[in-house]
């Protein structure tokens, strides 16, 4: 019997309920090595982590034996207990609903793997929110704003994928800048 060869890269993005800004450096790299830990437990192989204060960056080689959505549920539920136990947050900690995935090809993985390591300088220059957009643009999904993550600062309005161009350029979106 033949056996089965893939080569499946995700890159998922993930938000803080309402986008706030919970995740601390205090204990950010234990929350990146929970999260790799799990994505080696479902045996996926993680490439590349970050967690910014308000959303995450992970990129993956997917096991296909296993759902994106089982495995972003999977994240999402063991890490917000362990936030909980450890106490990592005063108050309430929630995931947003939703996330992003996006599939990269092979040739892509030194690319997506520095874009993810350099979030922190990333968001010197852009948004999480338009960075988001630009994400949705460049990978030609189809999307209505009201689906999107809830966003503390402030409404999108009628944002669409033509009104967003491709990740580096944000300031030609229509989404106003602070």
């Not at 019997?1 to 893939?6: G, K, L, S, V």
């Not at 499946?8 to 993930?14: P, Q, S």
């Not at 479902?42 to 970050?50: E, G, M, T």
Request: proline share 4%; hydrophobic share 35%; net charge neutral.
């Amino acid at each position: 019997m033949a056996d089965t060869y893939t080569q499946l890269y995700i890159h998922l993005v993930f938000a803080v309920k309402y986008r706030q800004s919970l995740i601390h450096e205090s204990f950010r790299d234990e929350l990146e090595k929970y999260m790799c830990g799990i994505v080696n437990e479902k045996r996926h192989k993680p490439l590349a982590i970050y967690c910014m204060p308000d959303h995450i960056h992970l990129f993956v080689g997917l096991n296909p034996a296993e759902a994106i959505s089982t495995l972003v549920r999977d994240l999402k539920t063991a890490t917000n207990t362990l936030i909980k136990e450890k106490q990592w947050v005063a108050g309430r900690f929630q995931w947003q609903e939703g996330y992003g995935a996006f599939s990269h090809a092979r040739s892509q993985l030194d690319t997506v793997v520095r874009y993810i390591r350099n979030q922190p300088i990333h968001h010197q220059k852009q948004r999480f929110r338009d960075e988001y957009l630009d994400m949705l643009h460049k990978a030609g999904v189809d999307f209505q704003t009201q689906y999107l993550f809830d966003w503390l600062d402030e409404p999108l309005g009628n944002v669409t994928t033509e009104s967003v161009v491709p990740y580096g350029d944000s300031s030609k979106t229509n989404v106003p800048n602070p």
